[in-house]
């Protein structure tokens, strides 16, 4: 049972120091040598030397708190599982707590953890001992760890890349919600979950005929205000496959509009009214020495306002990024604006890209069709108890604002760094819910909104259970020609007998006969004591172990009792 690498801890050496802790057996002098020999020596367990079997599920964490010393007697614990299991994994390193007492040297608490990693049983192997030194161990402690059926709770991350802009729009006009990459799964199964927005849906979905998953959706203006749609692609009444956001800023009518173009509007003709704005997004990379040229549109219908922004994808030397120009409409009329770009030998060779579109511009109101910025929908994130959704947004956007609460999921607040906002929820009780953040800015409308969709599946959330030592069994010396005794208490009419658990080297200790046991009473089924004795043989050191277990070739379990016994 027990492997070699246990016996890397000081094990070869006679010598025993002393420990904290209580003991049952004789102790150990100060110099390190052991008690004068005797003709044998009796150790008496009590219950209190029997640690219970602690039973855990996978995703559990364990906490083993043992009394220690280290600043005044520079002994540690170390602990080691002795079955070379996956069954449980240590957590970080031990951790020292500190003494009640204000004493210098009083004695404080070294605290392990532990997280159940799979099903199975694992036994816990615990020494104190110097680092530096050779001898044997000054305590011992054994724990069995029984894991049952779990879940380890994992991390699940949605990026930023789900974020949609506001989208502004006026009393009237119609706003077409472009989604990009919408699952085919759900074909025809996007529905409105939620709008806060002063717009009414007309019409239903419509689906790209190429078959590149794109849905058209067109809500109108019915009002004035503020307020965020959430889309969800949910086929069947199943959980949803797909989740969307996008805040809406619906204007006035007597209000001007900013029309906003990409690449993917050339050749397009935007029709706006004088007062509006005209906002154009394209494609660059400054770095490369390529540059857009903006041939001048028409003055009387179209003035460009101050020189073109470039803002990168990201902080790398020369990315790639978006070079934004604003119009302003100016007055009634048709002006087509036309970009070229144009590298250093663009006089030789010509532009390497052109891009155009038209503005007419009319006095008076005309509703206008807004499309949504470029979106892409976030998938459902499915998570049991215990696990974590992580999401990244931008931080540049504003403050990121949680919308409502639910019974599946608990949230943190936004943490920032680095030009990222970081918010975690942690899944808590079964069933499905839609989680909404949006960005609140300056102004009088969201700047970004973000919304996910979860599913936590069936299970309990992990607990961590503390198994604190009560008193640890010290080193027994013994002298070769010894004999031990060890008295373990019992009942064998549970079917539960105390065995012993293989030496881990040999010529060291050897058992003498049989296990016996004497019975408290003549009473049919009454408790005792079990005998176990062991002979020195031979110098050295070895742990014993002995396991309280019931019938059967794969016995179950319920005690265990370790001391490490040191021969000389």
Same mark, same amino acid.
């Given at each position: 049972m027990l492997v070699a690498l246990l016996l890397a801890v000081g094990l070869a050496a006679c010598g025993s120091s002393d420990a904290g802790g209580s003991s049952a057996s004789p102790e150990p002098s100060a110099s390190g040598s052991p008690s004068p020999a005797a003709a044998s020596q009796t150790v008496k367990v009590n219950s209190a030397l029997v640690p219970a079997v602690v039973d855990l599920k996978v995703g559990d964490k364990l906490r083993v708190i043992l009394h220690s010393n280290s600043a005044s007697t520079g002994y540690v614990w170390t602990a080691e599982g002795m079955e070379q299991k996956a069954v449980l994994d240590q957590i970080g390193k031990p951790v020292n707590m500190a003494a009640d007492s204000t004493l210098a040297g009083a004695p404080g608490k070294t605290a392990f953890t532990f997280q159940a990693m799979e099903k199975g049983t694992e036994q816990l192997g615990f020494w104190y001992a110097r680092p530096s030194d050779k001898g044997d161990p000054g305590a011992a402690y054994a724990l069995i760890v029984k894991v049952g059926k779990g879940h380890v709770p994992v991390e699940v991350k949605a990026g930023e890349e789900y974020t949609a802009e506001t989208a502004q729009i006026r009393t009237g006009d119609t706003l077409q919600v472009v989604i990009k990459h919408a699952s085919s799964q759900g074909k025809a199964s996007w529905q409105l979950a939620s709008s806060t927005a002063p717009v009414k849906l007309v019409g239903g979905q419509k689906y790209s005929s190429s078959g590149d998953g794109t849905m058209t959706m067109d809500f109108v203006g019915t009002g004035t205000g503020t307020g965020t749609l959430v889309l969800v692609n949910r086929p069947s009444g199943d959980p949803p496959l797909q989740t969307y956001a996008l805040p809406v800023y619906v204007k006035p009518v007597k209000q001007?509009? #900013? =029309? /906003?173009v990409n690449m993917h509007d050339a050749d397009e003709t935007f029709v706006a009214t004088a007062g509006? #704005? =005209? /906002?154009?997004?394209l494609p660059a990379q400054p770095s490369t020495g390529y540059t857009w040229v903006i041939k001048k549109p028409a003055p009387a219908v179209l003035k460009q306002v101050g020189k073109p922004k470039f803002t990168a994808n990201n902080e790398t030397m020369g990315a790639k990024g978006k070079m934004l120009w604003t119009f302003n409409v100016v007055g009634p009329g048709k002006t087509p604006v036309s970009a070229a770009l144009e590298g250093p030998d663009a006089g030789s060779t010509g532009p390497a890209k052109t891009f155009a579109f038209t503005v007419k511009a009319k006095p008076g109101f005309k509703p206008n069709v807004v499309e949504a910025v470029d979106s892409y929908p976030a998938p459902t994130a499915f998570v049991k108890p215990g696990d974590q959704?992580?999401?990244?947004?931008?931080?540049?956007?504003?403050?990121?604002?949680?919308?409502?609460?639910?019974?599946?999921?608990?949230?943190?607040?936004p943490v920032v760094s680095g030009g990222k906002a970081v918010v975690t929820y942690t899944a808590k009780s079964q069933g499905s819910t839609t989680q909404l953040l949006v960005a609140d800015a300056s102004g009088n409308w969201p700047n970004q909104a973000h919304a996910f969709s979860a599913v936590v599946g069936k299970g309990s959330l992990p607990k961590t259970v503390i198994a604190a030592e009560r008193r640890v069994a010290k080193t027994v010396p013994l002298a070769v020609g010894e004999t031990l005794n060890v008295e373990l208490p019992g009942n064998p009419s549970t079917g539960y007998t105390w065995a012993v658990s293989p030496l881990a080297a040999d010529g060291v200790l050897e058992q003498v006969g049989d296990i016996a046991f004497t019975a408290s009473t003549d009473l049919m089924g009454a408790p005792g004591v079990f005998v176990a004795q062991f002979k020195g043989v031979g110098a050295g050191s070895v742990p014993l172990i002995m396991?309280?277990?019931?019938?059967?070739?794969?016995?179950?379990?319920?005690?265990i009792w370790m001391t490490m016994v040191s021969v000389q």
């Open positions: 001007p509009i #900013t =029309v /906003q509006d #704005t =005209v /906002q154009l997004t959704i992580k999401l990244t947004l931008d931080a540049k956007a504003g403050t990121w604002v949680p919308q409502g609460t639910s019974g599946q999921l608990t949230q943190t607040k396991l309280y277990q019931g019938p059967g070739s794969s016995p179950v379990i319920d005690g």
